[in-house]
């Protein structure tokens, strides 16, 4: 079975600290791995995907397979970047997304 | 390229009435999904439909139903309505052209539906 944790519902930093939402799966096969995020009232868009390897309004995230994890880094956190952060994998090729429960991320002035 | 829309944005049914929902994905796509979105459960996967065909299926009830037609359109139908079906549903698209690859899903702003 596919599963994707995301242990921080919220996550409240101050501008300038760096952020880092934890994102842990579990899948036997060979998954794809996604970040998205809904700002307010606006629709829930990709922020960035694990083989695409690029640096997305300054967030990156690394696939440890060993450690089944996936998480997103900031090192400075702005706070535009308040907003719902959602942890998604793939099975590879396939078009379904099984989603973590979100992080709220509130970066505050 | 507009985006993916979806009609109506808000719904109120009662229980064991039926609802069908519509979306219409970025021009050029053509695979469609649906979600389900709920405070309990988060985001739920429940089919995907590409070339008028459902390719993928989550784990809900037969209640649960969709189609896609030739211009990629596609609708969901939900019958006989229960209390917790009550949700936001969302649509995403995606041009399913990657080869192999997941494609990056476009969503919709979603249609609220309640259930009294």
């Known amino acids: 079975a596919q599963r994707v944790t995301q242990p921080e519902k919220l996550l409240s930093v101050f501008k300038g600290a760096p952020v880092e939402l934890k994102c842990n799966y579990s899948?036997?096969?060979?998954?794809?791995l996604f970040w998205y995020v809904q700002y307010s009232r606006q629709r829930l868009q990709l922020l960035l995907r694990h083989i695409s390897r690029e640096s997305i309004k300054g967030f990156t995230a690394d696939l440890n397979k060993g450690e089944t994890s996936f998480h997103l880094k900031k090192p400075f956190a702005q706070e535009e970047d308040s907003a719902m952060y959602y942890c998604a994998l793939s099975a590879t090729g396939f078009q379904k997304l099984v989603f973590g429960t979100g992080t709220r991320l509130l970066v505050s002035p | 390229k507009a985006g993916v829309t979806q009609t109506p944005r808000y719904l109120i049914k009662t229980r064991g009435q039926q609802v069908t929902l519509s979306c219409s994905p970025i021009s050029g796509h053509r695979s469609v999904s649906w979600y389900q979105q709920t405070p309990g459960q988060g985001l739920q996967f429940l089919f995907e439909y590409f070339s008028e065909t459902q390719r993928n299926k989550g784990n809900f009830p037969g209640r649960f139903s969709g189609r896609q037609f030739s211009n990629s359109r596609s609708e969901m139908n939900v019958s006989t309505l229960e209390l917790g079906d009550s949700a936001l549903y969302l649509c995403a698209s995606s041009p399913r052209t990657s080869g192999g690859r997941t494609d990056t899903q476009y969503f919709g702003p979603g249609t609220r539906l309640t259930v009294l």
């Open positions: 899948y036997s096969g060979s998954p794809e």
